[in-house]
Nanobody, 122 residues
Framework: QVQLVESGGGLVQPGGSLRLSCAAS????????IGWFRQAPGKEREGVSC????????YYADSVKGRFTISRDNAKNTVYLQMNSLKPEDTAVYYC???WGPGLCPSRYDYWGQGTQVTVSS
C-alpha cells in the first residue's frame, strides 16, 4: 500500500525551528518528485517547496525562501523540510505529496500524506 506519513509538527515560538519528515512506504522515493504544501484555516492550499528526483534541484516559495530547506534521504525513503525563523504566518497544516517522474514541482501529484499541524505562537 502506497503511503506518505508526515511528522514533526507542533507548537513553536516565533523565531523557532521545526523539521518535518515525510516518510514513504509501499514504494521507493528515488524516482519521485516531492512537494511540500500548507493550508491555513480559511486559506487556499499553498505550495511551499519542491525537490526533484533527477538532480535534486529545489524550489521555494518566496514566503519561505531563505528560511526553509527541503532535502531527501533516499536510503531512508524520507523527505525533510527544515523550517527556521518561523513566523506566526507559517501556521498551517503541512502536507507532502509525490508523483513519479524527473520533473521539479509538477502540476499534478498522485499521493498525499495526511498532514501535520504547525503552530507558531508565543
Amino acid at each position: 500500500q502506497v503511503q506518505l506519513v508526515e511528522s514533526g509538527g507542533g507548537l513553536v515560538q516565533p523565531g523557532g525551528s521545526l523539521r518535518l519528515s515525510c516518510a514513504a512506504s509501499g514504494f521507493t522515493l528515488d524516482y519521485y518528485a516531492i512537494g511540500w504544501f500548507r493550508q491555513a484555516p480559511g486559506k487556499e492550499r499553498e505550495g511551499v517547496s519542491c525537490i526533484s528526483s533527477s538532480d535534486g534541484s529545489t524550489y521555494y516559495a518566496d514566503s519561505v525562501k531563505g528560511r526553509f530547506t527541503i532535502s531527501r534521504d533516499n536510503a531512508k525513503n524520507t523527505v525533510y523540510l527544515q523550517m527556521n525563523s518561523l513566523k506566526p504566518e507559517d501556521t498551517a497544516v503541512y502536507y507532502c505529496a509525490t508523483v513519479w517522474g524527473p520533473g521539479l514541482c509538477p502540476s499534478r501529484y498522485d499521493y498525499w500524506g495526511q498532514g501535520t499541524q504547525v503552530t507558531v505562537s508565543s
